[in-house]
């Protein structure tokens, strides 16, 4: 009779336990905030500009079903203000998510000299990509569909103020929460 010996099956890395605490809600993810409200808020321009002058060449072709016409100016006319008041609404969201994150991990007092380096970086980054945006809309193809989009257009002109109240509270929720013993 033979005895074998059961060996334990090796656990790929895709199987294993992933830590989910203290891989986000970092000063870091305010670089990815900081893209993204600024690429959202110039898709959403660029696409109602689009949009618009799609609409326009519809409306003047004399071709066109009248009630197909209707139906595309019914359509794209709410489009610039369901797209400008969510970019607020995601701005908020965003600083929220990033927020609840950063107050599950715990943070070393050691990183905090190179949390202040990043923060001077990230404020610097902030007004550069603030000023390109508004030379970006201000330009004379979209300048007309930019000016619609007015808390979007408050956001980006203010972006420095913005994310620098983000690293306020996300300094204060990574650094400024008691330690408890768990």
């Not at 949009?51 to 409306?59: E, F, I, L």
């Not at 400008?84 to 070393?108: C, E, K, Q």
């Not at 404020?123 to 000023?131: C, D, E, G, H, K």
């Not at 103020?161 to 690293?167: N, P, Q, R, S, Y």
Request: net charge neutral; aromatic share 10%.
């Amino acid at each position: 009779m033979r005895y074998y010996r059961l060996q334990a099956r090796k656990v790929s890395s895709f199987n294993k336990p992933r830590k989910i605490l203290g891989t986000r809600g970092n000063i870091q993810d305010l670089a990815l905030f900081m893209v993204a409200i600024v690429a959202l808020g110039l898709i959403a321009i660029i696409v109602n500009d689009i949009a618009k002058d799609y609409n326009d060449n519809v409306q003047s072709n004399p071709v066109i079903n009248p009630e197909g016409k209707s139906v595309l100016n019914n359509t794209v006319n709410p489009m610039t203000s369901l797209y400008d008041n969510s970019i607020p609404f995601l701005v908020f969201g965003m600083l929220g998510g990033i927020l609840t994150l950063a107050a599950l991990i715990r943070a070393f007092p050691f990183f905090l000299p190179v949390g202040i380096l990043f923060v001077i970086f990230m404020v610097f980054v902030a007004a550069i990509l603030s000023n390109m945006v508004i030379e970006i809309t201000s330009g004379d193809q979209i300048a007309d569909t930019a000016d619609d989009y007015t808390q979007t257009t408050f956001i980006w002109e203010n972006l420095p103020l913005f994310i620098i109240g983000g690293l306020l509270i996300i300094g204060l929720a990574l650094y400024g929460k008691t330690r408890l013993s768990t």
